[in-house]
């Protein structure tokens, strides 16, 4: 197995619902991030054997295969293969960690990993189509209980006896720390900049504008979350809401990888090492428990602690999966999302996994730490996990 590295990283950054990139074609988003991720890294595109993207609601403009769409749209080599990788919310990590296992392995010496989605302009149930039947049969329902992510959110906050205040507590921390983040232009560097239609109430276009900054955060405190509304309004006990929740959010990200060999042909700088990446099964009725197992699988392959990481990335799908992964790893806080996570900055599907690995890389170059860490919990009871040095 060969050493994989990251020679490059780049994000758009995360639209918020009916933000500045509601209207922006998800083929043309992702385009944007591919062809800027070839351009910085000053390579001929011709070089990447494949690309692999994640994306999860493939339906519209995002069927057919939209990783190789975006490839082409962005003008770069049509010899270079893509696929597209649905794996839930863990779609552009698992896309991420199937490019490592490409370039590892010798399928190709180059590949680039990332992920696309545009939420505004398809919806995640817009696959879910009941004249077509139904994903899970009466044959799954033998073994598992059917149950939504709201629901499997609140088992997790029952279980591990987390109170509706906690949960506003973090959020509330998480708005501050993106807030404080976006004022410092932490984030600068890694976004590259993209020219959105802007559109009349009859939906046509009447211009573009700059989207250069993360859309989602807001002015928060506890008072205005304890007033929101509940996501389960009818559930005994339920104690989530929209502010302890992921937004609905748009964007794109992309990562070059390739052997450290090649890197050095190319005569580009290698900016991280691949430690290890996986994706792990678990619980499909509690289903958001994933970065759990995929953390300690992750530390047990590789001989680490959690001590060892500087930076930790895990997904804010509600507040409860982090604070449940908090409570079973005793992680240090001070080090976990220090920058804010998607309940402040936005969930974007297909596009998260690779926008946290963008964000922990930079994040470790910013205050020259060496290991980070990125996990998030995957909808149907898995969960990924990915383990990065800086160089």
């Not at 899970?136 to 073994?143: A, G, I, L, S």
């Not at 993360?214 to 509940?230: F, H, K």
């Not at 590789?302 to 992964?325: R, Y």
């Not at 596009?351 to 998030?376: D, I, P, Q, S």
Request: proline share 4%.
């Amino acid at each position: 197995m060969s050493d994989v590295v990251i020679v490059e990283a780049a994000r758009s950054a995360v639209g918020k619902k009916r933000g500045g990139l509601a209207h922006y074609p998800a083929p043309d988003l992702f385009s944007d991030i591919l062809a800027a991720t070839v351009e910085r890294a000053g390579i001929d595109s011709a070089v990447v054997g494949q690309v692999a993207g994640g994306c999860v609601s493939q339906v519209g403009q995002q069927s057919g295969n939209v990783t190789r769409s975006a490839w082409l749209a962005a003008g770069l080599d049509e010899r270079t293969a893509a696929f597209t990788v649905h794996t839930q919310c863990g779609s552009s990590q698992q896309a991420f960690t199937l490019a490592y296992g490409l370039v590892a392995g010798g399928v190709t010496d180059v590949a680039v990993a990332g992920g696309v989605e545009s939420m505004n302009q398809v919806s995640m149930t817009a696959s879910v189509l009941p004249e077509l039947g139904r994903s899970k049969t009466e044959r799954y329902e033998q073994h598992y209980e059917i149950t939504t992510q709201f629901e499997a959110a609140e088992r997790i906050a029952e279980k591990w006896d987390l109170s509706r205040s906690q949960l506003e507590q973090f959020a509330v921390t998480s708005q501050e720390r993106a807030a404080r983040a976006i004022a410092e232009q932490r984030f600068a560097g890694q976004i590259v900049p993209v020219s959105a239609p802007v559109v009349d109430e009859t939906g046509a276009v009447t211009g573009t504008r700059t989207i250069s900054v993360d859309e989602g955060p807001r002015p928060t405190t506890a008072e205005t979350l304890a007033g929101l509304r509940l996501n389960l309004p009818d559930r005994p006990g339920a104690r989530h809401t929209a502010g302890t929740s992921s937004q609905i959010s748009d964007g794109a990200s992309a990562l070059l990888l390739m052997t450290g060999s090649r890197a050095e042909e190319l005569g580009v700088r290698p900016r991280a090492r691949v430690v290890d990446t996986l994706l792990v099964g678990n619980d499909p009725v509690m289903m958001l428990t994933g970065p759990i197992p995929a953390t300690q699988a992750l530390l047990e392959r590789t001989g680490f602690t959690l001590e060892d990481m500087d930076v930790i990335e895990i997904n804010e799908a509600f507040a409860s999966v982090v604070l449940a992964w908090a409570h079973e790893t005793k992680a240090d806080m001070s080090r976990v999302n220090i920058n804010g996570g998607a309940i402040a900055l936005g969930h974007p599907l297909g596009a998260t996994g690779g926008v946290l690995l963008t964000k922990a890389l930079n994040e470790l170059e910013r205050t020259g730490g060496r290991y980070a860490l990125v996990t998030m919990c995957v909808g149907g009871g898995m969960g990924t996990g990915t383990i990065i040095e800086r160089l």
